[in-house]
């Protein structure tokens, strides 16, 4: 059979434990030579190999220049140092024992469930667990910036801005429930699209989630929120509220409740944005969130005696109020939401793949890969003569 021409770049090597002892063991040179070699080559077989050497051959891997991540899969006690020297560890439990199991950071029942883990699992726990990272960075930011810029009007005395009971419960009850459900149960695309297309995966592979220019996009966004509209609509009309005789009066109180007001919706619809995969469970989480916040600061502001006292009740009477947080929340949020959509429509990743997958197998479903324990190769179309 003649390979075909999208196949002829592609090249494997086959390496027995003799070969391999003499490629890791001998001169610098060597070592050097046989990781171009395999860095050349679409896939590398390493076969009849001692414990020892499978874990120098992940060792070898982990010294790339380009530092890649490292998984190691096995199902017996010869694959432990393997296991252990990589970066994620993966054990079957087999009929060799579980020593694999027992030392691996994942196990599973069969070999062939390797696919949904690496290309479904893998991609929706990455992407939950880098939004989740980010994004606390991102409300902590929000919220304690405020407390910043109002040390310059007050000389940065020991005043605070927020009531104690506001930094008390802001991590704990007013933005923890909407993240958990987000980290539990979102997806960017579903199990079937992931499966169909794998190159998918080559996405999270180099780490762009978490890289530094998408957290440096998420602390701009922080900055330009706070810094423009605390300085904009806050300082003029964030002191005066309503009292119960119809009149306006200046309270520190007051204004510290109307930032704490505008943070909690401002993070929690932030990540309604940012979702992708829009349950009732996590839009009632949010529900919950920001209705129990003003039930909760409500009931507050009745029991305490000090300048809270019917502060909040009076705020949620003023029509000024209500209007200043939709102008706020609006004018925080629009630019995140026209900067995701430029985002999808310039790097439309997933419509660029699909098109061109049809135009090279001629169709819509083609597993890439074959994650057989017999067969682990690259498909390929082969012109067979006639």
């Known amino acids: 059979a003649q390979v075909s021409r999208e196949c002829q770049q592609h090249f494997g090597l086959i390496v027995d434990g003799q070969s391999l002892h003499f490629a890791l063991n001998s001169t610098d040179k060597h070592r050097e030579s046989f990781s171009e070699v395999c860095k050349a080559c679409t896939a590398v077989i390493c076969c009849r190999m001692s414990p020892l050497q499978k874990c120098q051959v992940v060792q070898l891997v982990k010294s790339f220049s380009e530092k890649p991540i490292t998984a190691a899969i096995g199902d017996g006690a010869n694959d432990v140092s393997m296991i252990q020297e990589a970066h994620v560890g993966l054990g079957i439990m087999g009929k060799e024992g579980r020593q694999a199991v027992r030392c691996s950071d994942f196990a599973f029942a069969r070999f062939k469930f390797l696919r949904r883990v690496l290309l479904v699992h893998g991609h929706w726990y990455y992407l939950r667990v880098a939004t989740l990272v980010q994004y606390f960075f991102y409300k902590n930011i929000v919220f304690i910036t405020p407390q910043l810029y109002y040390g310059f009007s007050n000389c940065f005395s020991t005043e605070p801005l927020y009531d104690t009971m506001f930094l008390t419960l802001f991590n704990v009850l007013y933005t923890s429930l909407p993240i958990l459900i987000?980290?539990?149960?979102?997806?960017?695309?579903?199990?079937?699209?992931?499966?169909?297309?794998?190159?998918?995966?080559?996405?999270?592979?180099?780490?762009?989630?978490m890289s530094w220019s998408t957290f440096f996009q998420w602390i701009t966004f922080v900055l330009k929120q706070i810094s423009f509209h605390f300085i904009t609509f806050l300082y003029p009309w964030g002191f005066w509220i309503p009292t119960a005789g119809g009149a306006s009066m200046l309270s520190r109180s007051a204004f510290?409740?109307?930032?704490?007001?505008?943070?909690?919706?401002?993070?929690?619809?932030?990540?309604?944005?940012?979702?992708?995969?829009?349950?009732?469970?996590?839009?009632?989480?949010?529900?919950?969130?920001?209705?129990?916040?003003?039930?909760?600061?409500?009931?507050?502001?009745?029991?305490?005696?000090?300048?809270?006292?019917?502060?909040?009740?009076?705020?949620?009477?003023?029509?000024?109020?209500?209007?200043?947080?939709?102008?706020?929340?609006?004018?925080?949020?629009?630019?995140?939401?026209?900067?995701?959509?430029?985002?999808?429509?310039?790097h439309s990743t997933y419509k660029k793949i699909k098109k061109k997958w049809k135009k090279i197998f001629g169709s819509k479903k083609h597993n890439h890969y074959n994650f057989n324990r017999s067969s682990f190769q690259r498909s390929s179309t082969l012109h067979t003569p006639s």
């Not at 695309?189 to 996405?203: F, M």
């Not at 930032?259 to 919706?265: A, E």
Request: proline share 2%; glycine share 4%; aromatic share 20%.
């Open 182 to 209: 987000y980290g539990l149960f979102e997806q960017n695309h579903s199990a079937q699209t992931l499966l169909d297309y794998p190159q998918l995966y080559r996405n999270i592979r180099k780490n762009i989630l």
């Open 256 to 346: 510290g409740t109307f930032i704490y007001h505008c943070v909690v919706f401002v993070v929690n619809f932030k990540l309604v944005l940012k979702s992708r995969y829009w349950t009732w469970l996590f839009l009632g989480s949010i529900f919950i969130t920001v209705f129990g916040f003003m039930l909760v600061t409500a009931v507050y502001s009745l029991i305490v005696t000090d300048l809270m006292h019917y502060t909040y009740i009076y705020m949620l009477g003023s029509l000024l109020f209500w209007l200043l947080s939709l102008l706020l929340l609006v004018a925080c949020l629009v630019p995140d939401c026209t900067f995701s959509v430029l985002q999808i429509y310039m």
